[in-house]
């Protein structure tokens, strides 16, 4: 079973569209993020909830906007979308916000994002 | 503010010999936690050690362990009997225990597995 999945794989659109991404993880975990990596392999986080609730919302474009329907999902909608959104973005998921001797992110396969 | 350096962006090892990964980061905490993981062309991250800072013992798995210096705020990775599937990009991860115990990556290193 897929412990965090992410959909599309793939993302193929035009400047100035809206897209969503979504994520669900079946680990029973309390925090999920959302990361974004660049052309340079650099992983930068962009959100993270716990248990519904917005945590981490680092300086990232406010046409970035997480939703988190239930502790499983964490779903990233972007509006407007620009050149330099194009990357790959992770979804990962942790036990709990706050550290545990189990504590591991367990991160999602990835969406290739491509603005045209 | 936590910073984590990996200063080889490339290393290179040939199949069933050792290579060590470089990771430095710079901190004020005390207590925190440190990671490695792995990302090969499929681009799925998957963790390959932990390390708590409390315990002076370095973690190992199976094939890799750690070097980790407190003092020296130094944590690198060993691949011993290194397989061609440890080609990919390896990351080292910092994480707060305080705070908004974000995840604080480096910049990865790649590495290359030759037979």
């Known amino acids: 079973d897929t412990a965090v999945s992410q959909t599309p794989k793939y993302l193929v659109t035009q400047m100035g569209n809206d897209k969503s991404i979504k994520c669900e993880q079946n680990?029973?975990?309390?925090?999920m993020y959302w990361y974004k990596q660049d052309s340079k392999k650099f992983l930068k986080i962009m959100f993270s909830?716990?248990?519904?609730?917005?945590?981490i919302n680092e300086t990232v474009p406010n046409r970035f906007s997480p939703k988190s329907p239930d502790k499983a999902h964490l779903n990233l909608h972007i509006n407007s979308l620009e050149l330099g959104d194009s990357a790959v973005y992770f979804c990962a998921s942790s036990q709990d916000l706050v550290v545990m001797s189990t504590d591991t992110q367990y991160f999602g396969p990835g969406t290739r994002l491509t603005v045209l | 503010a936590q910073t984590v350096t990996q200063s080889q962006p490339e290393m290179s090892v040939q199949e069933a010999e050792t290579v060590t990964l470089s990771c430095t980061y710079d901190t004020s905490e005390s207590d925190y936690y440190l990671f490695w993981y792995k990302q090969p062309p499929s681009r799925q991250m998957i963790l390959v050690i932990r390390q708590e800072a409390y315990k002076q013992q370095n973690a190992t798995e199976n094939r890799f362990s750690v070097n980790f210096q407190k003092a020296a705020k130094s944590f690198s990775l060993k691949i011993s009997d290194s397989q061609l599937g440890d080609a990919a990009m390896y990351f080292c991860a910092y994480r707060s225990t305080s705070g908004t115990y974000k995840y604080i990556f480096g910049t990865g290193t790649r590495l290359k597995v030759l037979a």
């Open positions: 909830y716990n248990n519904k609730e917005l945590i």
């Open positions: 680990l029973g975990h309390d925090t």
